[in-house]
C-alpha cells in the first residue's frame, strides 16, 4: 500500500488543482464528522448549542491532523510510518492536562 500512496499522494500534494479537489473532498467529510459529533453528543443528552463552535473546532483540528501528517509522513521520505506522523500531530491538539 506504500508504494502505492506514497507516488499517488505526491502527485496530488504537488498539484494546486488535484489538491484543491482533495481539500474540496476532504471538506465535506469534515462537514459529516461535525455532523456525527453534534448527534452524538445530543444523542448522549449534552446537545452543542447550534452557535457552539466546539464541534467544528474539533472536526477540524482532525483533519488539519490528517494534512499535515500526510505533509510529514511524506517529507519523511519514508522514515517514518504515517501512523506515526498522524499521532505526532493529534498529540499537538490533543488536552494536555
Not at 12 to 36: D, G, I, R
Amino acid at each position: 500500500m506504500v508504494q502505492t500512496a506514497d507516488p499517488m499522494q505526491r502527485i496530488v500534494f504537488a498539484s494546486p488543482a488535484l489538491m484543491a479537489s482533495y481539500l474540496a473532498k476532504l471538506h465535506l467529510m469534515q462537514e459529516a464528522a461535525e455532523t456525527a459529533i453534534r448527534e452524538r453528543a445530543r444523542d448522549a443528552g449534552t446537545a452543542y448549542p447550534d452557535d457552539d463552535p466546539a464541534p467544528s473546532a474539533i472536526a477540524g483540528a482532525a483533519f488539519g491532523c490528517l494534512v499535515a501528517a500526510q505533509n510529514a509522513w511524506l517529507a519523511s521520505a519514508g522514515t517514518r510510518t504515517f501512523a506515526d506522523a498522524i499521532d505526532a500531530a493529534m498529540t499537538i491538539v490533543g488536552p494536555t492536562s
